[in-house]
């Protein structure tokens, strides 16, 4: 019993490859994100859309795995099993999906290069200025955007609501499903 708990402990170890892996999948979803952020009114249904069908396919490739484990698991336990593994589904499903979106945030961005860069006001919403998520609030269109960024103004405008008396000034580009790329950004006083 004892070197069965120890064989069983080696295998939950993860591997240098495993390791290689992981790394590899979080430098790629890290383009997914860097070119997401630059794309304001991003078109979320088609996130969700890859999400559910990514969710389908991931737990359609589990279930034996997932059904064997669970039949294993004892009873009081089993609620609890569950829930951890539809979590894992549902990050693996979102990462995936985030991935498979790289090509259409790059053909968005690429095509707009196209269009004209045009000058906007929008209404700041709210500003966060916490050093690891500094990001300003903003409607454009009447979609509330985010984008994540530091100007030195932020800090002085973000309490008592005083960023109301300045504009979030973007110039963008005309994208693909009514997006707009994001060329460049400032605060302005109105």
């Given at each position: 019993m004892?070197?069965?708990n120890k064989k069983?402990?080696?295998n939950n170890k993860l591997t240098i490859i495993d390791w290689?892996?992981?790394?590899?999948?979080?430098?790629?979803?890290?383009?997914?994100?860097?070119?997401?952020?630059?794309?304001?009114?991003?078109?979320?249904?088609?996130?969700?859309?890859?999400?559910?069908?990514?969710?389908?396919?991931v737990a359609i490739l589990?279930?034996?795995?997932?059904?064997?484990?669970?039949?294993?698991?004892?009873?009081?336990?089993?609620?609890?099993?569950?829930?951890?593994?539809?979590?894992?589904?549902?990050?693996?499903?979102?990462?995936?999906s985030g991935i498979i979106l790289i090509p259409f945030n790059y053909y968005a961005i690429y095509n707009s290069k196209e269009s004209p860069v045009s000058s906007e006001k929008c209404e700041i919403?709210?500003?966060?200025?916490?050093?690891?998520n500094r990001s300003i609030f903003f409607n454009f269109k009447g979609k509330t955007n985010v984008v994540?960024?530091?100007?030195?103004?932020?800090?002085?405008?973000?309490d008592d609501g005083k960023f109301e008396n300045y504009y979030f000034a973007a110039q963008?580009?005309?994208g693909i499903c009514n997006t707009y790329i994001l060329e460049s950004w400032d605060i302005i006083q109105k």
């Open positions: 004892h070197l069965k069983t402990k080696i290689i892996k992981l790394i590899g999948f979080v430098l790629v979803y890290f383009f997914f994100i860097k070119s997401k952020d630059v794309i304001i009114n991003y078109p979320y249904w088609l996130l969700f859309t890859a999400f559910a069908i990514v969710v389908v396919i589990q279930y034996r795995t997932i059904q064997k484990e669970y039949s294993k698991t004892e009873k009081e336990d089993k609620l609890l099993f569950l829930v951890i593994n539809s979590l894992k589904i549902a990050v693996i499903a979102y990462f995936v919403t709210g500003i966060s200025t916490y050093s690891k994540n960024g530091f100007k030195p103004i932020m800090e002085d405008i973000k963008v580009r005309q």
